[in-house]
């Protein structure tokens, strides 16, 4: 059975950092692009960016909301995908999913709440 | 940025019903569209990927149709299990883009 596992999530203050964790098992995690999404209280969905796989050079693509902010790397042989979130703002505040993106959004975990509120 | 536009937003549809919801986008993408179904509490699920092709496990009633900017999702027969937000999505180019939602509500 496939199964993505976010974790990280919480509260904290605008400006600070976080770094969201995306564990997959039950598939061949190298082989795949990784991509997160996020979607605020009451509203739809947004993707925020991907990082492809070591075949194309674990290249990464942003949205312009979180590029130059948010990084996303991944640990092959732990079958991990992060988000790290810097300069966190207000309307960052979100359920973070991570998802296969092949490239359509197959696999999707349950998702981590991220709150950012003073 | 390609943006996607959905119609109706909201719909409310009686059992065994057929539910049609469309989504335009604001230039040609060719047949990158995909469909997900999202109900409350949940993560979105695949229903349709690339306008048209069916998702294994996925209920036939579920239907894509379309190409280049205007794409159609079908329900057949309507069921209360249904009930849902429907999301279309593109990944015809950078930045990848969603529609904002279409709420099913089962009268």
């Known amino acids: 059975e496939v199964q993505l596992e976010e974790s990280g999530g919480g509260l904290l203050q605008p400006g600070r950092s976080l770094r969201l964790s995306c564990t997959v098992s039950g598939v061949t995690f190298g082989d795949y692009t990784w991509s997160w999404a996020r979607q605020a209280p009451g509203k739809g969905l947004e993707w925020v960016g991907f990082i492809r796989g070591k075949v194309y050079g674990e290249t990464t693509e942003y949205a312009a909301s979180v590029r130059g902010r948010f990084i996303i790397s991944r640990d092959d042989s732990n079958s991990i995908a992060y988000l790290q979130m810097n300069s966190l703002k207000t309307e960052d505040t979100a359920i973070y999913y991570c998802t296969r993106a092949t490239p359509y959004f197959d696999l999707w975990g349950q998702g981590t709440p991220v709150t950012v509120s003073s | 940025e390609i943006v996607l536009t959905q119609s109706p937003d909201f719909q409310s549809v009686t059992p065994k019903e057929k539910v049609t919801i469309t989504c335009r986008a604001s230039?040609?993408?060719?047949?990158?569209l995909h469909w997900y179904q999202q109900k409350p509490g949940q993560s979105p699920k695949l229903l349709i990927k690339?306008?048209?092709q069916s998702i294994s496990g996925v209920s036939s009633r579920f239907s894509g149709s379309g190409s280049g900017t205007d794409f159609t999702l079908s329900i057949n027969s309507l069921e209360a299990e249904d009930a849902a937000v429907y999301y279309c999505?593109?990944?015809?180019?950078?930045?990848?883009?969603f529609g904002p939602g279409t709420k099913v509500d089962i009268k």
């Open positions: 230039q040609n993408i060719g047949s990158n």
């Open positions: 999505h593109q990944s015809s180019s950078f930045p990848f883009t």
């Open positions: 690339f306008a048209s």
